[in-house]
């Protein structure tokens, strides 16, 4: 019997590379490969045997990370991806007839197929807002009917840290909202697949506008951030949040990894250092870059504020169409014309400047 292969050999692959690793588009920071730093992480994982379902050394570890960035009572639970993340720790807050407030543009109400509601047997309460953040007057719009059984329980307060619009909460403004939903009784849960990109804008760590402002708990992002795959569920307050809650939830949500160490050694590649800042800032630097290009060419409009590594823009809809055929995007909004371009931590100051280029164009052959 030949003897197992050993980490150090060299292996060939039957696998073929099916993509063109110089393309790039503009349509999400999923879209972008894993940062080199997070698969060499990989490799010094893999080899030998670890004890399975995050009863690995990796995993154990990874509170410490966790505990340095966010304060030394938070608790990390690795899952698979976001949606999965935002299911369990929503569930992980509510009772069965709770409620969950979200803005009307969140990606739990809009970009989740139903999930929070239909596995998670929870009703989300979507609130219009103008740039996708909630305040506490406008919580206060669907913070109402408590102790009515004919309505479901609002129990929590849900936002997006950075929002679907590309806008970001400063503390004060996580404060305010934490303050009021622990008025009323309620949870805050932060969806953070964009989270260090938030840090990044504010300049501030990542406990100041989460643990420190009353969040309770947080799905951080490491997908968007250069990561192969995986999120983490970080309780920030294990009073509300009861470690035994998680661990079964978490299995009941098909959310635990059996080889969790591939999931936990990532993060440990992300939060060791400062990779996952230096990731968020250059991601955040080329939406700048990307914007200044854009908002020079007429009938171009930039239409939000650029605070992380959004874009948000109007253009007309036969030059959107055959700028696509060059570039991968998303149109936002079909009635007004808003598209949106995406940067991530792999975008290059040449891959900008060659979109803008792009832009100006299509737009000169209207």
């Known amino acids: 019997m030949a003897d197992a292969p050993t980490v150090t050999e060299q292996h060939t692959t039957d696998a073929v590379?099916?993509?063109?690793?110089?393309?790039?588009?503009?349509?999400?920071?999923?879209?972008?490969?894993?940062?080199?730093?997070?698969?060499?992480?990989?490799?010094?994982?893999?080899?030998?045997?670890?004890?399975?379902?995050?009863?690995?050394?990796?995993?154990?570890?990874?509170?410490?990370?966790?505990?340095?960035?966010?304060?030394?009572?938070?608790?990390?639970?690795?899952?698979?991806?976001?949606?999965g993340a935002n299911v369990t720790a929503l569930q992980?807050?509510?009772?069965?007839?709770?409620?969950?407030?979200?803005?009307?543009?969140?990606?739990?109400?809009?970009?989740?197929c139903g999930a929070p509601e239909r596995i998670g047997g929870l009703k989300l309460l979507p609130v219009a807002t103008p740039d996708g953040k909630l305040t506490p007057e406008l919580i206060d719009t669907?913070?109402?009917?408590?102790?009515?059984?004919h309505r479901a329980q609002p129990q929590v307060v849900s936002i997006a840290q950075t929002t679907e619009l590309g806008t970001c909460y400063t503390p004060d403004e996580m404060r305010a909202i934490a303050e009021r939903a622990h008025e009323r009784g309620m949870v805050v849960h932060v969806d953070g697949a964009?989270?260090?990109?938030?840090?990044?804008?504010?300049?501030?760590?990542?406990?100041?506008?989460t643990t420190d402002a009353g969040v309770d708990i947080v799905?951080?992002?490491?997908?968007?951030?250069?990561?192969?795959?995986?999120?983490?569920?970080v309780v920030l307050d294990p009073d509300r949040v009861p470690t035994m809650t998680m661990k079964y939830l978490r299995k009941l949500s098909m959310q635990l990894a059996s080889k969790m160490r591939f999931?936990?050694?990532?993060?440990?590649?992300?939060?060791?250092?400062?990779?996952?800042?230096?990731?968020?800032?250059?991601?955040?630097?080329?939406?700048?870059?990307?914007a200044?290009?854009?908002?020079?060419?007429?009938?171009?409009?930039?239409?939000r504020p650029v605070q992380a590594n959004a874009v948000f823009a109007t253009l007309p809809s036969e030059v959107t169409e055959r700028l696509r055929k060059r570039y991968r995007f998303y149109t936002w909004n079909e009635a007004t014309g808003e598209v949106r371009w995406m940067c991530a931590f792999d975008t290059t100051e040449a891959d900008v400047d060659a979109f803008a280029a792009a832009v100006a164009e299509e737009m000169a052959a209207r």
């Not at 893999?46 to 990796?58: S, V």
């Not at 260090?196 to 100041?208: F, Q």
């Not at 050694?265 to 870059?289: C, I, K, P, S, Y």
Request: charged content about 20%; glycine content about 10%; hydrophobic content about 45%.
């Open 219 to 233: 799905t951080f992002g490491g997908t968007k951030n250069g990561l192969v795959f995986g999120e983490c569920i």
């Open 142 to 149: 669907e913070a109402w009917g408590f102790d009515d059984e």
């Open 194 to 209: 964009r989270l260090s990109n938030a840090a990044a804008t504010l300049g501030v760590p990542l406990a100041e506008f």
């Open 17 to 83: 590379r099916r993509h063109d690793p110089d393309a790039r588009g503009f349509a999400s920071d999923n879209y972008a490969g894993a940062h080199p730093e997070v698969l060499a992480a990989l490799a010094l994982a893999n080899g030998g045997h670890q004890i399975a379902y995050g009863e690995d050394q990796y995993t154990a570890h990874l509170q410490q990370l966790f505990r340095r960035h966010f304060g030394p009572r938070a608790e990390a639970f690795p899952v698979f991806n976001g949606t």
């Open 92 to 112: 992980a807050v509510t009772k069965r007839w709770g409620a969950v407030i979200c803005a009307a543009t969140a990606h739990i109400n809009v970009d989740e």
């Open 292 to 303: 200044a290009a854009v908002s020079g060419i007429d009938g171009v409009t930039v239409v």
């Open 263 to 290: 999931v936990s050694v990532q993060f440990e590649a992300l939060l060791a250092g400062d990779l996952w800042l230096r990731n968020a800032r250059h991601a955040n630097a080329m939406a700048t870059r990307l």
